[in-house]
C-alpha cells in the first residue's frame, strides 16, 4: 500500500499536485482541509467549532481530526492508498496515524515536502483569495499566522518522518508538471 504524507506550508500546492498524485497512484485523498470545509458547509457542531479556528488561522483539536481520519480510513478500506494532505501536523498525530496505520497491517510510505518561501506562499493564497472566496486567503495578516503556526507547530514532523528517512525535500516552485515530475521521482 502507498501511503503518502503531502506536506507544506498553506499556499504550497499539496490540493493541485495531490490531484496529479492520485490520479497517477490511484490513491484515495484524504485532505482534513476538505472534510472541515463539508463540517463547515453542513452546518455542523463540529464545522461551527473547526470554522472558529480556521477563521483565526489555529488549528482544530487532534481528538476532532484524528476521528475523522479513521472514518475515513474505514470508509476506504480496500483503497490502493492514501494520499494525506494537511495531515498529519503535529508529532501527537504523525505518532496517531502511525498507530492506528500499524493497526490496519500498513505504514507511511514517505513524506513529500513542498518547500516555498514565505513571501511567495503569500502571494498565491492572496490570489487564491479572490477566486476562491475563502475569507482566510483574504486577509495577509491571517495568512501570515497560518504560516507562523505551520512553521512553529508543523514544520516539526520533518524531523520525525527524517528520523523515520521517511522525507524528501521537493522543490515547490516551477511549473505545475516540473514539480509533479519532482514528486514521481521521490516516489519512485
Do not use: C, W
Not at 516539526?156 to 509533479?180: M, N, R, W
Request: without cysteine; charged residues 30%; glycine residues 10%.
Amino acid at each position: 500500500m502507498l501511503n503518502i504524507v503531502l506536506f507544506g506550508p498553506p499556499g504550497a500546492g499539496k490540493g493541485t499536485q495531490s490531484e496529479k498524485l492520485i490520479e497517477a497512484y490511484e490513491l484515495v485523498h484524504l485532505s482534513t482541509g476538505d472534510i472541515f470545509r463539508g463540517e463547515i458547509k453542513a452546518g455542523t457542531e463540529l464545522g461551527l467549532k473547526a470554522k472558529a479556528l480556521i477563521d483565526k488561522g489555529e488549528l482544530v483539536p487532534d481528538e476532532v481530526t484524528i476521528g475523522m481520519v479513521v472514518n475515513k480510513l474505514d470508509q476506504n478500506a480496500d483503497a490502493k492508498g492514501f494520499i494525506f494532505d494537511g495531515f498529519p501536523r503535529t508529532a501527537a498525530q504523525a505518532e496517531a496515524l502511525d498507530r492506528i496505520l500499524e493497526e490496519k497491517g500498513t505504514g507511511i510510505t514517505s513524506m513529500l515536502s513542498l518547500e516555498v518561501e514565505e513571501e511567495e506562499l503569500v502571494k498565491r493564497l492572496l490570489n487564491r483569495g479572490k477566486d476562491s472566496g475563502r475569507a482566510d486567503d483574504q486577509d495577509e495578516s491571517i495568512i501570515r499566522n497560518r504560516i507562523a503556526v505551520y512553521n512553529k507547530e508543523t514544520a516539526p514532523l520533518k524531523d520525525f518522518y527524517g528520523s523515520q528517512d521517511k522525507l524528501h525535500a521537493i522543490e515547490g516552485i516551477g511549473t505545475l508538471d516540473e514539480v509533479f515530475g519532482r514528486l514521481r521521482a521521490a516516489i519512485n
